[in-house]
């Protein structure tokens, strides 16, 4: 949890082709011809030296568009509902999402990105490379998902991102 001394604000902003929600990929493999870029806050700029040498980073970003929660959404994948903490639905309790993408390059304070399934303005809170030693699972499961993993590069968000039956 954020204190005074340490809170948590924006390292700098997203930049995708996606303006609005409507018709938005959900996952980044819904995504992964898209290009984004990405502005540093400036101060911030030190903090990418040697980034460049990583093929893939994690973005952990804010759902700034998104209010509200739902504790059993109905996934995009599923038409039963599941614990949010078993979906990465955006209507969560802390409005946080993550996204693997492709760094194609860093240039001064600007990043520029493949595989952008995040709506364009959106603040990003961290970025953390992808090391493959570290990240890369043996005999991984997907619960519920594996019984529609073909479906994911065809869906896009729809009205599960605003609040019609928020309980927060």
Do not use: C
């Not at 953390?128 to 998902?145: H, I, M, N, T």
């Amino acid at each position: 949890m954020p204190t005074d001394t340490n809170p948590i604000r924006p390292i700098g902003i997203i930049h995708t082709e996606f303006k609005t929600l409507h018709d938005m990929p959900i996952q980044p493999a819904g995504a992964s011809s898209v290009t984004g870029t990405i502005v540093i806050n400036p101060e911030l700029q030190p903090g990418l030296t040697d980034l460049d040498g990583f093929s893939h980073i994690y973005l952990i970003y804010q759902f700034h568009q998104s209010s509200g929660y739902d504790l059993m959404p109905t996934p995009f994948l599923d038409i039963h509902p599941h614990g949010v903490f078993a979906t990465r639905a955006p209507r969560r309790p802390n409005p946080i999402g993550l996204s693997i993408v492709r760094l194609l390059s860093v240039r001064d304070n600007e990043l520029t990105i493949q595989g952008a399934d995040i709506l364009d303005g959106t603040p990003l809170l961290d970025i953390k490379p992808y090391v493959d030693q570290f990240d890369r699972v043996k005999e991984p499961r997907s619960g519920w998902v594996s019984a529609s993993e073909q479906a994911v590069e065809q869906k896009k968000s729809d009205h599960r991102f605003s609040s019609k039956n928020s309980p927060a």
